[in-house]
């Protein structure tokens, strides 16, 4: 069992920077990747970026060079940098556990979910 809480987000003009933060607490022992998604009602459910538990990144096309992933062992947080925002990055972002077992990924758990608006 695990449990993710988010701060971060907000509202932010075209060009401009946003982090968001994603708190894990429970049983972080079974959790082998932290992930970011995105769902905005216009566009299709995406995984934005991910960060498995050696350090291995990997992020959209649509996103790379602009957004970074990272993780604070130490207070058991993953963050997500996003910089040089454009309006096609407004959503609702939510962040994500997962084990990996050798034929699936399992959802541990997910964050409540933090609105990204970007305007023009």
């Known amino acids: 069992q695990v449990q993710l809480v988010q701060v971060g987000g907000g509202l932010v003009q075209a060009g401009g920077s946003l982090r968001l933060s994603c708190v894990v607490s429970?049983?972080?022992?079974?959790?082998?990747?932290m992930a970011w998604e995105r769902q905005a009602p216009e566009k299709q459910r995406e995984l934005v970026a991910r960060?498995?538990?050696?350090?291995?990144?990997d992020y959209a096309d649509s996103v790379k060079g602009r957004f970074t992933i990272s993780e604070d062992n130490a207070n058991n947080t993953v963050f997500l940098q996003m910089n040089s925002l454009k309006p096609e990055d407004t959503g609702l972002y939510f962040c994500?556990?997962?084990?990996?077992?050798?034929?699936?990924?399992?959802?541990?758990?997910w964050g409540q979910g933090t609105q990204v608006t970007v305007s023009s």
């Open positions: 994500k556990a997962e084990r990996n077992f050798p034929n699936s990924i399992v959802a541990l758990g």
């Open positions: 429970g049983n972080i022992r079974n959790i082998d990747a």
């Open positions: 960060i498995t538990g050696s350090g291995d990144t």
